[in-house]
């Protein structure tokens, strides 16, 4: 009865192979849901209240890697004719040259590139936002809202993002002088993303 003897570079293929199988198992990719997805917006209006308003198409992919979350990514799409700023006037405004120039760039990105903190907490994402064809970097304060299985047999988690722009980096300069001083619209921007992510349940393997 004979017995293979396994060789010190046989071992070490077998542990880089299982190494690399766990890597690649711990990398998960999500689907943005745009049906639970929002990115609103807050900025300054005569100098003396608050505009509010959201794209509402929003969607994109995030590619989680567990085993070493700094390499997690995004790759997000909005959609600039989804703006709603609950005054129809206003929104085309907006989607005009003046602002957006929807018909020349109807879409704006955000490229996440690397994580910093825990991603199942508090943590940063940096990365490349483009609108009107400007890339310039931000950074995103994230929250993590949770994770857990749905109903349907797949798995969801929530996360809360927020950051501050000045509209200006990205080509947004119109505005109007008041006679009182100051300006109609404010340069600061504030961002607020609440985005839902879905992982669709792995099909059950053959018998």
């Known amino acids: 009865m004979s017995t293979k003897t ?23 990719v999500w689907q943005i849901d745009p049906g639970h997805t929002n990115a609103q917006f807050a900025v300054r209006h005569l100098m003396i209240s608050t505009v509010r308003g959201r794209f509402g198409a929003v969607s994109g992919t995030v590619t989680i890697d567990e085993s070493n979350p700094a390499r997690s990514t995004a790759d997000v799409t909005i959609d600039v004719n989804s703006i709603d700023s609950r005054e129809p006037q206003r929104d085309a405004h907006l989607k005009s040259a003046d602002f957006f120039d929807a018909a020349r760039w109807p879409t704006m990105t955000f490229q996440g590139r690397r994580v910093e903190g825990d991603p199942k907490k508090k943590f940063r994402l940096i990365g490349d936002l483009t609108i009107k064809g400007v890339t310039r970097e931000v950074v995103l304060e994230v929250e993590s809202q949770g994770r857990g299985p749905d109903p349907w047999g797949n798995y969801r988690a929530g996360f809360e993002a927020k950051a501050t722009l000045d509209r200006r980096d990205f080509g947004l300069v119109w ?10 619209v404010g340069d600061e921007v504030k961002i607020t993303i609440d985005v839902e992510l879905i992982r669709k349940a792995e099909p059950a393997a053959a018998a």
Do not use: Y
């Open 6 to 28: 396994t060789t010190p570079s046989e071992n070490r293929t077998q542990t880089g192979a299982e190494q690399l199988a766990k890597a690649k198992s711990a990398i998960q």
């Open 175 to 184: 505005n109007l002088v008041l006679e009182t001083g100051g300006f109609v």
